[in-house]
């Protein structure tokens, strides 16, 4: 359940997409399963400017809150709004229509020093 298109993060969120445009974010199919059944997201508001490793929202499940980490800084330009009302798409789909944020990074480079599908695989396993 790791897509080998994506990029991940150590904080298990993916990153579709190369940096030159628009990049959408979400959660792993591993965090998801690890918090259980999602029943609340917070995520920031279109415009926002969220920084590369910092906290840029969060999933509340029935087992506990995390926190939701930005994979590269630049400006959230559009966010899901299914989530308000169904935040459990996440962990029926977390690769699809589960699904966060879209994010134009200020350094479209960065995408590629995130991890790979074999890096966050070796991450999980471990």
């Known amino acids: 359940m790791i897509p080998e298109d994506l990029r991940y993060t ?5 990153v579709a997409g190369d940096g030159s445009g628009p990049v959408r974010v979400g959660i792993t199919h591993f965090a998801q399963d690890a918090l259980g059944d999602i029943v609340y ?6 415009g926002a400017t969220v920084q590369a490793g910092e906290s840029f929202g969060e999933v509340e499940s029935t087992k506990s809150v995390s926190e939701i980490y930005a994979p590269l800084s630049g400006t959230v330009v559009a966010r899901n709004e299914q989530l308000v ?4 798409v996440i962990n029926s789909d977390p690769y ?6 879209e994010i134009v990074p ?3 480079s960065a995408v590629a020093g995130l991890l ?3 890096a966050y695989r070796e991450l ?3």
Do not use: F, K
């Open 116 to 118: 790979s599908a074999d």
């Open 106 to 108: 200020g350094d479209a």
């Open 41 to 46: 997201v917070q995520l920031p508001d279109e």
């Open 96 to 101: 699809g229509a589960g699904w966060l944020v």
């Open 124 to 126: 999980t396993e471990s």
């Open 85 to 88: 009302d169904t935040p459990e």
């Open 10 to 14: 150590a904080e298990h969120e993916w």
